[in-house]
T-cell receptor
Framework: DSGVTQTPKHLITATGQRVTLRCSPR?????VYWYQQSLDQGLQFLIQ???????AKGNILERFSAQQFPDLHSELNLSSLELGDSALYFC??????????????FGPGTRLTVT | DQQVKQNSPSLSVQEGRISILNCDYT??????FLWYKKYPAEGPTFLIS?????DKNEDGRFTVFLNKSAKHLSLHIVPSQPGDSAVYFC????????????FGEGTQLTVNP
């Protein structure tokens, strides 16, 4: 158990809909990362938050957005869903920037199926 | 552009022998490297890491070697156990770029009893 929790575990929805994925980081971790794993793309970095602020963006679509709240939990919002958005979405957390500790600890993931 | 590559999609070894998983990278700005293990329906689990100022790091049965001039790293598992059967990902980051991980495609390791 990494200490990172994600809900829901599974999500099935229709094209055009909007969903919210939730992540709670390990206790004490200030950085939260979102990754997408699809069959043909491997694990791709989407976005990072550090202590409530966006710090880095990767291959995140404009239809996707995220935020980190004062209690450090994070939400990833996916809107106008398309079939190609079906994937595993992982959240990871780490101690934070400037600490020399770069290991990221992953949650169990949310499997999103868009029909 | 695949900056981190694991050229072997699969590897099969006998229990008790050494498993060697390989990883190559193209971006010379990467300065920290990590290995993760992933079982089906679970998130990646951190195994071991190495900074670019070192060429070897050991943790129990796991050793990571880094050859910066060749832009190559490898993970050695000795002795291999059936419970090690999983997909192994190498990942790399630039310490100055927010710690985002760039992953390889993964290698499926199967350890046969």
């Amino acid at each position: 158990d990494s200490g990172v929790t994600q809900t829901p575990k599974h999500l099935i929805t229709a094209t055009g809909q909007r969903v919210t994925l939730r992540c709670s980081p390990r206790s004490g971790d200030l950085s939260v990362y979102w990754y997408q794993q699809s069959l043909d793309q491997g694990l791709q970095f989407l976005i990072q938050y550090y202590n409530g602020e966006e710090r880095a963006k990767g291959n995140i679509l404009e239809r996707f957005s995220a935020q980190q709240f004062p209690d450090l939990h994070s939400e990833l919002n996916l809107s106008s869903l398309e079939l190609g958005d079906s994937a595993l979405y992982f959240c990871a957390s780490s101690v934070g920037m400037g600490t020399g500790l770069y290991e990221q600890y992953f949650g169990p993931g949310t499997r999103l199926t868009v029909t | 552009d695949q900056q981190v590559k694991q050229n072997s999609p699969s590897l099969s070894v006998q229990e008790g022998r050494i498993s060697i998983l390989n990883c190559d990278y193209t971006n010379s700005m990467f300065d920290y490297f990590l290995w993760y293990k992933k079982y089906p329906a679970e998130g990646p689990t951190f195994l071991i890491s190495i900074s670019s100022i070192k060429d070897k790091n050991e943790d129990g049965r796991f050793t990571v070697f880094l050859n910066k001039s060749a832009k190559h790293l490898s993970l050695h598992i000795v002795p291999s156990q059936p419970g090690d059967s999983a997909v192994y990902f190498c990942a790399a980051l630039r310490e100055t770029s927010g710690s985002r991980l760039t992953f390889g495609e993964g290698t499926q390791l199967t350890v046969n009893p």
